[in-house]
C-alpha cells in the first residue's frame, strides 16, 4: 500500500504528525507533504476573517502545498491520499488527483467540528463533496456534512499515538518542573477558567499551561499557576502523568463529547478527571478507569478525596492505560477502521 500524507507536521506532539506515523507503520511507503512549515501570513489572516464574515474568500497556501500534491501524483502511484483538515487544499487539486489516479481513495479526516464555519475554509467547503470518505471525531455532525455535500462519512473516536503517549520514566525533578496537585494543558475558555478559579479558591492548588488569555488570572489566587506558554514534545507527555489529578475540558464552541486528551491522559499513565459525557462514560468506566463530574461542586469533592487517596488514583490510572491498550485506541487501531471502511480487508 502506498499513502500520500497531507497535513500540519509542526512538533512531535502535534496529533497530524501522529496520523502520519500511524500510516507509516501500517503502509508499505508515505510520501508526506507538509501544510505549515511556514508562518502564517498577514495575508491568511485577512482571508480567513473575511471567510468568516461570510465572504467566499479561500486562504492562501502556506508551503505550496498543491503544487507539492500535484508533482507527487504525477510522479507516483497512490491507494490512498489521506488529507488532514485539508483547509487550504483546493477543490482543483482533489479532481487533479481523481483524473491522475482514479483508483486512489481521498480521505479527509479532520479532529474539529468541520460543520462549524470556524473550522473550514473556502476550498474546504466547496471540496466536500470530492472525497470519497470524510472522518471525523464529533458523532454528532455526521448528518451536518452529508448536507454540505460529503458523499460518505465515518464517526471515529479520538485517538493516541503509542510511540509518544506513554507512562514515560519521571522523577522528583521533573515533577517540581512540570507537575502539580491538579493541572491543565491548553487554551484559555470561559467555562474552564471559571472551573479552575472555583478550585483554586477553595484551597486546590491547580497549574495551568497556558498562554494568551491565561496571563489576565495570574493574580487571582496564590493556589492557581499560570504558566503562560504551552508545553510541547515529551514534556507534554510527561506533564500528564505528573499532575496527580489531570483534567479533561471540552471545547464549548466545537460542542465536543471527547477530545484529544481524552485519550492522551489515560494513555500517558495520568489520572483523568473529565468532564461527564455519555461518550465518555463509553469509553472509561467511571470511578475505575477515569473519574469524571457535571458541575464545578463535584469537580471539587473528588478533587478533594482523590488527592487524599493516592493509592486509588493511581489504581484508577494503570486501570485507564490498560483500557487504551485493550480497547486499541490508538492511531493505528483507528486507520485500520478507516481502511476496512474503505474496502482493504486485510487490515
Not at 503502509?27 to 485577512?46: G, K, M, Q
Not at 477558567?193 to 487571582?220: E, F, P, Q
Request: charged share 30%; net charge negative; hydrophobic share 35%.
Amino acid at each position: 500500500m502506498r499513502v500520500l500524507s497531507v497535513g500540519s507536521f509542526s512538533r512531535l506532539s502535534n496529533t497530524c504528525l501522529h496520523r502520519t506515523w500511524a500510516l507509516k507503520s501500517i503502509a508499505d511507503h508515505v510520501d508526506e507533504v507538509n501544510t505549515t512549515s511556514c508562518p502564517a501570513t498577514l495575508w491568511y489572516r485577512i482571508a480567513y476573517h473575511l471567510f468568516l464574515w461570510g465572504l467566499p474568500v479561500p486562504i492562501p497556501q502556506n508551503n505550496s502545498e498543491n503544487d507539492v500534491i500535484k508533482r507527487l501524483v504525477d510522479e507516483n502511484a497512490y491507494d490512498i491520499v489521506w488529507i488532514d483538515k485539508g483547509n487550504s487544499i483546493a477543490p482543483e487539486t482533489i479532481r487533479y488527483i481523481r483524473t491522475k489516479q482514479p483508483s486512489a481513495k481521498i480521505v479527509s479526516y479532520s479532529p474539529d467540528n468541520m460543520a462549524l464555519r470556524h473550522n473550514q475554509s473556502q476550498q474546504f467547503v466547496e471540496s466536500i463533496p470530492l472525497y470519497d470518505l470524510h472522518v471525523t471525531t464529533k458523532s454528532y455532525i455526521i448528518d451536518d456534512l452529508k448536507r454540505l455535500g460529503a458523499k460518505q462519512v465515518m464517526f471515529v473516536n479520538k485517538s493516541y499515538a503509542k510511540e509518544f503517549h506513554y507512562p514515560r520514566e519521571v522523577d522528583e525533578a521533573d515533577y517540581e518542573r512540570l507537575g502539580e496537585d491538579v493541572g491543565f494543558i491548553g487554551a484559555w475558555e470561559e467555562e474552564r477558567c471559571r472551573s479552575m478559579i472555583y478550585l483554586a479558591t477553595h484551597g486546590i492548588r491547580v497549574r495551568v499551561w497556558g498562554g494568551g488569555k491565561w496571563n489576565d488570572y495570574r493574580d487571582v489566587s496564590p493556589n492557581l499557576r499560570i504558566e503562560g506558554r504551552y508545553l510541547f514534545d515529551e514534556d507534554y507527555s510527561k506533564a500528564l502523568r505528573l499532575f496527580k489529578i489531570s483534567l479533561c475540558f471540552l471545547r464549548k464552541m466545537n460542542y465536543d463529547q471527547q477530545t484529544s486528551r481524552t485519550m492522551e491522559i489515560p494513555a500517558s499513565g495520568g489520572f483523568m478527571l473529565a468532564e461527564r459525557t455519555s461518550e465518555h462514560q463509553s469509553l472509561f468506566r467511571e470511578g475505575e478507569e477515569a473519574e469524571f463530574f457535571s458541575s464545578d461542586e463535584e469537580l471539587l469533592e473528588k478533587c478533594r478525596y482523590y488527592l487524599a487517596t493516592p493509592a486509588e488514583r493511581e489504581r484508577i490510572a494503570q486501570a485507564g492505560t490498560r483500557r487504551c491498550l485493550e480497547s486499541d485506541y490508538s492511531n493505528e487501531g483507528m486507520v485500520r477502521r478507516v481502511l476496512r471502511e474503505l474496502g482493504f480487508e486485510k487490515f
